[in-house]
């Protein structure tokens, strides 16, 4: 694929995430302190804005910017866990004209591993990477064609599962067993990341 598909992806997941923006705070708002819709908002809103004024070069570029916007703009531990898994996917597509669908998979497995590590996570522990480690293990374990139908059918009940679990890393961690019975915040925007994503990636060819 382009860069443009990957820079077509972005603009749309940022108007998801504005649409969604008063959402994801009030998920917040329940077992945290209300500020992930903000914080979501305001990331992809300027990162957005930075690539029409200095459009990057190639699909790392693209993610980097996203990476180093979040960084810098996002407080909260979402912006470095995001921006993390922004960088470690540029790192991975560095100075690749062209990327394939597995080789995105394989930058996003990067993703993974990067904020596995930076929020000392692991899935079961009610955080975004419940939404990011299975969706990209199942995408790595294609063999041909990636099914992106049955990969947003993951990332949405991977998100759905969030709600039975306990909270033992963030802030939600603080409300202990009263954090079950409700979606974590960060992966919902997870999972509005990878459907905007896989929707994307449905009209491309590998
Ligand atoms: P903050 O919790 O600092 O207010 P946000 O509200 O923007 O930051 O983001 C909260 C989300 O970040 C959580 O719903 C969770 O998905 C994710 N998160 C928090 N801590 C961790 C961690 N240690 N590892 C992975 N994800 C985390
Ligand atoms: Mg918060």
């Known amino acids: 694929m382009q860069k443009d598909v990957i820079k077509n992806w ?3 997941a940022n108007e998801c995430i504005q649409e969604k923006k008063d959402f994801l705070s009030e998920l917040d708002r329940a077992i945290g302190d209300g ?7 305001r990331g992809f809103a300027e990162a957005v804005q930075k690539i029409r004024d200095n459009e990057p070069a190639d699909v790392a570029g693209l993610m980097q910017t996203v990476a180093m916007t979040l ?11 995001y921006g ?3 960088l470690k996917a540029a790192a991975y597509l ?3 004209a062209d990327v ?3 080789e995105l998979g394989e930058a996003f497995k990067e993703s993974v591993i990067g904020i596995k590590q930076r929020g000392k996570a692991e899935p079961g522990q009610k ?11 199942k995408w790595l374990s294609y063999d041909g064609a990636v099914d992106f139908d049955e990969l947003r059918a993951l990332a949405e009940a991977s998100l759905e599962k969030t709600k039975d679990l306990e909270a033992t890393k963030g802030r939600a961690a603080y409300l202990g067993k009263r954090s079950i019975g409700h979606l974590d915040p960060g992966a919902y925007s997870s999972y509005l990341l990878f459907d905007a994503l896989f929707n994307e990636l449905k009209g491309v060819k590998a």
């Open 94 to 96: 560095k100075g690749k």
């Open 127 to 137: 955080t975004m990477v419940d939404v990011w480690e299975p969706v990209v293990e």
């Open 84 to 86: 993390t898994a922004f």
């Open 35 to 41: 500020d992930h819709g903000v914080n979501m908002s």
């Open 71 to 81: 960084i810098a703009k996002v407080g909260g531990a979402s912006g470095p866990l």
């Open 100 to 102: 394939t669908v597995r």
């Open 10 to 12: 972005l603009f749309t």
